[in-house]
């Protein structure tokens, strides 16, 4: 079946940015122009979206989520995470292998890509285990991982505290040239803690978690990508160290990529002085003037993109104290309206915001992905950036509910997805 896209603002970062149609045939994009003509062999069964003030652009792009199958099917399951991440507009999802069993052989990497073919929405893409059963001791078969279908590879949750297995990991990741994904915590001075170490902790009497358990290990990771020469990603920044010693790794000319999660430039540790743990995730949320740091960072490009760390829990496991709660929110179907507020605050362009959601997180992992090119695969998102909405939980497509954001009023709307040429969601 054939699509024409019509009348919308197209925008294809460094591409095309302008009024225009796009044209779509047996899930290719065909043609994206002014007032594109339509042969009339192809108006046979030609779907026609009207995408007057809308914007159209590429479908968003997660470098990092959890879809908890398989092991943690009372979480989420890769069918109701795809939901989710069409309904935010994702049409392309890296999953992280803290499951169960951990994503440390073919033998998962394949299920995990057979479920998400028979859920039929999102591009899954799955991120292999560092080491085997993500123990941080000995290294997983990373040639198997790439073989299977595994984009990237990464211990996330449980970051490799070996130094030496990590060298390892990046030097047989560079064979195969994938990203090496890490979450970036000192487990020595993190222990125990459960928050940002500050004055809101020390107020709260909360253990704390310094800023210093994630630039030790950023700074860490950076010497091993220098010694290596393989191509680094980290995770979910949030403190201004962080942001620095990427800024000037760049400028070393060391391969490495970055991200940051809505939440982290959204919110500050202020957010938890109610004890509710939908406020509590790793890394913790952080001061005013890291949130700053972040969004200098997206602003002069030393953050790449913008990533969700989706991490459903059940509602029950939230209900627990604060300290003993599990960490993680949501974030598929928040994270387009939290980076329009970038945009309404002057921090990016709506071009920037929806390069940093489309072709930079693709180019951070070579995904032939988050574009409008001619032959590409049509991918593709309608977003209405003027829409307001509160954000309501009970109405997310995802399984589980955990959000900081409940009752926020926002604006930006995700009105219709497109995977293959073929509508994911929203209605005909």
């Not at 540790?269 to 005013?288: G, I, Q, T, V």
């Not at 002057?346 to 390069?355: C, H, N, P, T």
Request: glycine share 8%; aromatic share 6%; with cysteine.
């Amino acid at each position: 079946m054939n699509m024409l896209i019509r009348g919308g603002t197209v925008i294809d970062p460094g591409q095309f940015h302008g009024l225009g149609d796009v044209f779509i045939r047996a899930g290719k994009i065909e043609a994206i122009g002014e007032h594109l003509s339509i042969a009339e062999s192809d108006m046979v069964e030609l779907t026609i979206i009207d995408a007057q003030g809308l914007v159209v652009a590429p479908g968003f792009v997660d470098l990092h989520a959890h879809l908890r199958e398989p092991g943690f099917e009372h979480k989420e399951t890769i069918e109701t995470g795809a939901s989710s991440a069409v309904a935010g507009g994702f049409t392309s999802v890296c999953c992280m292998p803290n499951t169960s069993p951990v994503n440390d052989n073919q033998a998962v990497t394949e299920f995990i890509l057979s479920r998400a073919k028979q859920a039929g929405k999102a591009n899954i893409f799955p991120i292999g285990a560092i080491t085997k059963g993500s123990e941080g001791v000995e290294l997983a078969e990373i040639g198997d991982l790439f073989a299977a279908g595994c984009v990237a590879i990464s211990d996330d949750g449980r970051p490799v505290m070996n130094s030496q297995v990590m060298r390892r990991a990046m030097e047989y990741a560079q064979a195969f040239d994938l990203p090496v994904v890490d979450h970036c915590e000192c487990l020595h001075l993190s222990d125990g803690g459960c928050m940002n170490e500050g004055f809101v902790s020390t107020e709260l009497g909360m253990p704390g978690i310094p800023n210093a358990s994630e630039d030790v290990m950023v700074a860490r990771n950076i010497a091993l990508a220098e010694l290596t020469g393989a191509r680094l990603h980290l995770a979910h920044l949030s403190t201004a160290g962080s942001v620095r010693l990427t800024r000037q790794a760049k400028a070393n000319g060391i391969p490495v990529t970055a991200e940051v999660c809505p939440h982290h430039f959204s919110l500050t540790d202020e957010a938890a002085r109610d004890f509710h743990a939908n406020a509590k995730m790793s890394p913790p949320l952080r001061s005013a003037a890291d949130v700053e740091a972040l969004k200098e960072g997206l602003a002069d490009d030393t953050i790449d993109t913008i990533a969700t760390d989706h991490a459903p829990h059940a509602i029950q496991e939230k209900q627990m104290e604060f300290d003993k709660a599990p960490f993680g929110i949501v974030g598929f179907e928040t994270a387009f309206p939290l980076t329009m507020a970038l945009v309404e605050e002057g921090v990016l362009s709506l071009e920037r915001a929806i390069e940093k959601l489309t072709s930079a997180p693709a180019r951070a992992f070579s995904l032939k992905k988050g574009t409008l090119a001619v032959g590409s695969d049509a991918d593709v998102v309608l977003l209405d950036p003027s829409h307001s909405w509160v954000i309501d939980p009970t109405q997310f497509h995802s399984k589980s509910q955990n959000t900081p954001f409940t009752g926020w009023n926002v604006k930006g709307k995700v009105i219709k997805t497109i995977v293959a040429g073929t509508i994911v969601y929203g209605s005909d």
